[in-house]
T-cell receptor
Protein backbone atom coordinates (compact mmCIF):
# COMPACT_ATOMS: atom_id res chain seq x y z
CA UNK A 1 0.00 0.00 0.00
CA UNK A 2 1.31 3.41 -0.95
CA UNK A 3 1.85 5.74 1.97
CA UNK A 4 -0.31 8.46 0.44
CA UNK A 5 -3.21 7.59 -1.85
CA UNK A 6 -5.10 9.88 -4.17
CA UNK A 7 -7.56 9.34 -6.98
CA UNK A 8 -5.51 10.05 -10.07
CA UNK A 9 -8.47 11.48 -11.92
CA UNK A 10 -8.75 13.24 -14.17
CA UNK A 11 -11.37 15.26 -12.36
CA UNK A 12 -13.33 17.63 -14.54
CA UNK A 13 -15.61 20.34 -13.18
CA UNK A 14 -17.34 23.30 -14.82
CA UNK A 15 -16.19 26.81 -14.06
CA UNK A 16 -17.76 28.11 -10.86
CA UNK A 17 -18.35 24.64 -9.40
CA UNK A 18 -16.77 23.10 -6.30
CA UNK A 19 -13.86 20.74 -6.91
CA UNK A 20 -13.31 18.10 -4.23
CA UNK A 21 -9.96 16.35 -3.97
CA UNK A 22 -9.39 13.48 -1.57
CA UNK A 23 -6.37 11.82 0.00
CA UNK A 24 -5.74 9.03 2.48
CA UNK A 25 -2.51 8.19 4.27
CA UNK A 26 -1.17 5.13 6.01
CA UNK A 27 1.09 6.47 8.79
CA UNK A 28 -1.27 7.07 11.70
CA UNK A 29 1.40 9.10 13.50
CA UNK A 30 1.58 11.75 10.77
CA UNK A 31 1.16 15.26 12.04
CA UNK A 32 1.59 17.59 9.05
CA UNK A 33 -0.44 17.60 5.87
CA UNK A 34 -0.10 19.69 2.76
CA UNK A 35 -1.71 20.31 -0.58
CA UNK A 36 0.55 21.36 -3.44
CA UNK A 37 -0.51 22.51 -6.90
CA UNK A 38 1.71 21.59 -9.81
CA UNK A 39 1.41 22.89 -13.33
CA UNK A 40 2.93 20.74 -16.04
CA UNK A 41 6.71 20.96 -16.04
CA UNK A 42 6.75 23.28 -13.04
CA UNK A 43 7.64 22.77 -9.41
CA UNK A 44 4.98 22.00 -6.79
CA UNK A 45 3.57 25.13 -5.17
CA UNK A 46 2.15 25.06 -1.64
CA UNK A 47 -1.59 25.73 -1.50
CA UNK A 48 -2.56 24.75 2.02
CA UNK A 49 -1.12 23.19 5.13
CA UNK A 50 -3.16 21.68 7.95
CA UNK A 51 -2.06 20.20 11.24
CA UNK A 52 -5.18 19.65 13.36
CA UNK A 53 -8.53 17.98 12.82
CA UNK A 54 -11.25 20.02 11.22
CA UNK A 55 -11.43 22.58 8.46
CA UNK A 56 -9.00 25.28 7.47
CA UNK A 57 -10.09 27.92 5.00
CA UNK A 58 -7.95 30.21 2.87
CA UNK A 59 -9.82 32.15 0.21
CA UNK A 60 -11.46 29.73 -2.19
CA UNK A 61 -9.59 26.79 -0.69
CA UNK A 62 -10.65 24.68 2.29
CA UNK A 63 -8.57 21.84 3.66
CA UNK A 64 -10.26 19.21 5.82
CA UNK A 65 -8.41 16.79 8.07
CA UNK A 66 -9.72 13.73 9.88
CA UNK A 67 -6.87 11.95 11.64
CA UNK A 68 -9.10 9.15 12.95
CA UNK A 69 -10.01 8.23 9.38
CA UNK A 70 -6.54 9.14 8.07
CA UNK A 71 -8.15 11.33 5.49
CA UNK A 72 -7.41 14.82 4.19
CA UNK A 73 -9.28 16.68 1.50
CA UNK A 74 -9.13 19.92 -0.44
CA UNK A 75 -12.18 21.82 -1.62
CA UNK A 76 -11.87 24.50 -4.26
CA UNK A 77 -14.89 26.78 -4.44
CA UNK A 78 -15.82 28.83 -7.51
CA UNK A 79 -13.35 26.84 -9.60
CA UNK A 80 -11.55 28.78 -12.29
CA UNK A 81 -9.83 27.53 -15.47
CA UNK A 82 -6.56 28.71 -13.92
CA UNK A 83 -7.09 26.09 -11.19
CA UNK A 84 -6.53 23.40 -13.81
CA UNK A 85 -3.42 21.57 -12.60
CA UNK A 86 -2.32 18.47 -10.76
CA UNK A 87 -2.92 18.62 -7.04
CA UNK A 88 -0.52 16.71 -4.84
CA UNK A 89 -1.39 15.60 -1.36
CA UNK A 90 1.68 15.43 0.86
CA UNK A 91 2.21 14.05 4.32
CA UNK A 92 5.18 14.78 6.54
CA UNK A 93 5.31 11.72 8.78
CA UNK A 94 8.43 12.39 10.79
CA UNK A 95 9.58 15.95 10.09
CA UNK A 96 12.35 14.53 7.95
CA UNK A 97 10.78 14.36 4.53
CA UNK A 98 7.56 14.67 2.62
CA UNK A 99 5.67 11.77 1.09
CA UNK A 100 3.50 12.58 -1.89
CA UNK A 101 0.44 11.02 -3.42
CA UNK A 102 0.33 10.40 -7.15
CA UNK A 103 -1.64 13.58 -7.68
CA UNK A 104 -5.12 14.30 -9.00
CA UNK A 105 -5.34 16.06 -12.33
CA UNK A 106 -8.05 18.70 -12.23
CA UNK A 107 -9.55 20.32 -15.30
CA UNK A 108 -11.90 23.27 -14.93
CA UNK A 109 -13.91 23.81 -18.09
CA UNK A 110 -15.02 27.33 -19.02
CA UNK B 1 12.05 36.58 -1.21
CA UNK B 2 14.88 34.22 -2.06
CA UNK B 3 13.83 30.80 -3.24
CA UNK B 4 15.50 27.47 -3.73
CA UNK B 5 17.99 27.72 -6.58
CA UNK B 6 18.82 24.74 -8.74
CA UNK B 7 21.37 24.36 -11.49
CA UNK B 8 21.59 23.49 -14.23
CA UNK B 9 17.97 23.85 -15.31
CA UNK B 10 18.44 21.50 -18.23
CA UNK B 11 21.01 18.80 -18.79
CA UNK B 12 21.48 16.26 -21.56
CA UNK B 13 23.78 13.30 -20.96
CA UNK B 14 24.53 10.05 -22.72
CA UNK B 15 24.05 6.62 -21.18
CA UNK B 16 26.76 5.64 -18.73
CA UNK B 17 27.85 9.24 -18.25
CA UNK B 18 27.85 11.12 -14.94
CA UNK B 19 25.77 14.15 -13.99
CA UNK B 20 25.86 16.52 -11.04
CA UNK B 21 22.95 18.69 -9.95
CA UNK B 22 23.34 21.57 -7.54
CA UNK B 23 20.91 23.06 -5.07
CA UNK B 24 21.09 26.24 -3.00
CA UNK B 25 18.42 26.24 -0.28
CA UNK B 26 16.50 29.20 1.02
CA UNK B 27 18.73 31.16 3.44
CA UNK B 28 18.53 29.90 7.03
CA UNK B 29 16.86 26.65 5.94
CA UNK B 30 18.71 23.75 7.50
CA UNK B 31 17.18 20.84 5.63
CA UNK B 32 17.51 19.92 1.97
CA UNK B 33 15.51 17.29 0.11
CA UNK B 34 15.94 15.74 -3.31
CA UNK B 35 13.02 14.39 -5.32
CA UNK B 36 12.81 12.70 -8.70
CA UNK B 37 9.70 13.09 -10.84
CA UNK B 38 9.33 11.03 -13.96
CA UNK B 39 6.85 11.94 -16.71
CA UNK B 40 3.31 11.70 -15.35
CA UNK B 41 4.58 10.50 -11.98
CA UNK B 42 4.41 11.95 -8.50
CA UNK B 43 7.61 13.24 -6.92
CA UNK B 44 9.62 10.39 -5.44
CA UNK B 45 11.72 11.16 -2.39
CA UNK B 46 15.40 10.36 -2.88
CA UNK B 47 17.32 11.67 0.10
CA UNK B 48 17.42 14.46 2.65
CA UNK B 49 20.03 16.25 4.73
CA UNK B 50 19.75 18.10 8.00
CA UNK B 51 22.62 20.26 9.14
CA UNK B 52 24.93 18.65 6.57
CA UNK B 53 24.20 15.11 7.73
CA UNK B 54 22.04 12.64 5.85
CA UNK B 55 18.75 12.49 7.70
CA UNK B 56 16.61 10.16 5.60
CA UNK B 57 16.94 8.01 2.53
CA UNK B 58 14.23 7.08 0.08
CA UNK B 59 14.32 5.37 -3.29
CA UNK B 60 17.74 6.62 -4.29
CA UNK B 61 19.66 4.19 -6.54
CA UNK B 62 23.10 3.07 -5.45
CA UNK B 63 24.46 4.84 -8.54
CA UNK B 64 23.41 8.14 -7.02
CA UNK B 65 25.00 9.95 -4.12
CA UNK B 66 24.45 13.29 -2.51
CA UNK B 67 25.91 15.53 0.12
CA UNK B 68 25.31 18.83 1.82
CA UNK B 69 28.21 21.22 2.19
CA UNK B 70 29.22 23.64 4.91
CA UNK B 71 27.37 26.50 3.17
CA UNK B 72 24.24 24.28 3.12
CA UNK B 73 24.18 23.86 -0.61
CA UNK B 74 23.71 20.30 -1.79
CA UNK B 75 24.81 18.29 -4.80
CA UNK B 76 23.27 15.17 -6.29
CA UNK B 77 25.74 13.04 -8.20
CA UNK B 78 24.42 10.48 -10.65
CA UNK B 79 26.73 7.98 -12.29
CA UNK B 80 26.34 5.27 -14.93
CA UNK B 81 23.27 7.08 -16.18
CA UNK B 82 20.44 5.04 -17.63
CA UNK B 83 17.62 6.09 -19.94
CA UNK B 84 15.21 5.64 -17.05
CA UNK B 85 17.01 8.34 -15.07
CA UNK B 86 15.52 10.94 -17.41
CA UNK B 87 13.30 13.00 -15.14
CA UNK B 88 12.74 16.30 -13.45
CA UNK B 89 14.82 16.51 -10.29
CA UNK B 90 13.57 18.79 -7.60
CA UNK B 91 15.47 20.13 -4.67
CA UNK B 92 13.49 21.48 -1.75
CA UNK B 93 14.37 23.06 1.55
CA UNK B 94 12.80 23.71 4.89
CA UNK B 95 13.55 24.91 8.35
CA UNK B 96 13.30 21.59 10.15
CA UNK B 97 9.75 20.42 10.60
CA UNK B 98 8.20 23.28 8.70
CA UNK B 99 6.81 23.67 5.20
CA UNK B 100 8.97 22.42 2.36
CA UNK B 101 9.59 24.79 -0.54
CA UNK B 102 10.65 23.54 -3.94
CA UNK B 103 13.12 24.81 -6.49
CA UNK B 104 12.19 25.07 -10.16
CA UNK B 105 13.77 21.71 -10.89
CA UNK B 106 16.50 20.40 -13.14
CA UNK B 107 15.51 18.54 -16.27
CA UNK B 108 17.79 15.60 -16.97
CA UNK B 109 17.56 13.87 -20.30
CA UNK B 110 19.62 10.73 -20.86
CA UNK B 111 20.06 9.74 -24.50
Amino acid sequence: QKEVEQNSGPLSVPEGAIASLNCTYSDRGSQSFFWYRQYSGKSPELIMSIYSNGDKEDGRFTAQLNKASQYVSLLIRDSQPSDSATYLCAVNPNNNDMRFGAGTRLTVKP
Amino acid sequence: AAGVIQSPRHLIKEKRETATLKCYPIPRHDTVYWYQQGPGQDPQFLISFYEKMQSDKGSIPDRFSAQQFSDYHSELNMSSLELGDSALYFCASSSRGNTIYFGEGSWLTVV
